[in-house]
């Protein structure tokens, strides 16, 4: 029950061995786009993959060949949804959530801050990471769309072009 037979384990060695050779080789071909930050899309692909890695190493009614298949087709998923994301705008707004504005000169925007569950207390901790003293001398704090948050220090708000595509509520989109 605790310890499998030797052709198990050496069935598993080899399987994770070339399973391993074959995901850098997938990863390579596909692009660092495939191992970039993680918005949803991305986490799904990401989590299936590990659970498809391990399958094909674990399973003894996977065949490695198939795994591998497997493995490649997400990829190529992924490629050709983060092709047409950059291609197509009205595409890239269905596989991906927009950046929402947090924080507006100094000012907390309470109902977006709600609908994106996020407390005041965790904004400030990454205003203060950023090395700033006050969240009132802040221009504007962005909830991007892999989840990390952008400080923006030079303000104010209505000067920032880097602004355009963020969701404002409150001001203009």
């Known amino acids: 029950m605790f310890i499998g037979s030797p052709d198990a384990f050496l069935r598993i060695l080899a399987a994770t061995a070339i399973a391993y050779a074959a995901v850098i080789m997938i990863l390579r071909i596909n692009g660092k786009r495939s191992l970039s930050k993680l918005n949803a899309f991305d986490f799904i692909v990401t989590i299936a993959l590990g659970s498809t890695l391990a399958s094909t190493i674990l399973s003894k009614s996977a065949k490695l060949v198939e795994g591998i298949l497997a493995f490649a087709a997400l990829l190529a998923m992924q490629f050709i949804v983060s092709k047409a994301s950059a291609h197509w705008q009205r595409f890239a707004k269905l596989v991906r959530s927009e950046p929402k504005l947090l924080l507006r000169d100094g000012e907390f925007l309470d109902e977006a801050l709600l609908n994106e569950r996020f407390t005041r207390d965790e904004v400030i901790a990454e205003i203060r990471k ?11 704090v962005v909830l991007e ?6 400080v ?7 000067s920032l072009t880097v602004l355009g595509p963020v969701n404002q509520p409150g001001g203009e989109t």
């Open 152 to 158: 923006l220090a030079d303000g104010p708000c209505d």
């Open 145 to 150: 769309s892999d989840g990390s948050l952008s």
């Open 130 to 140: 950023e090395g700033h003293g006050r969240y009132e001398d802040i221009a504007a």
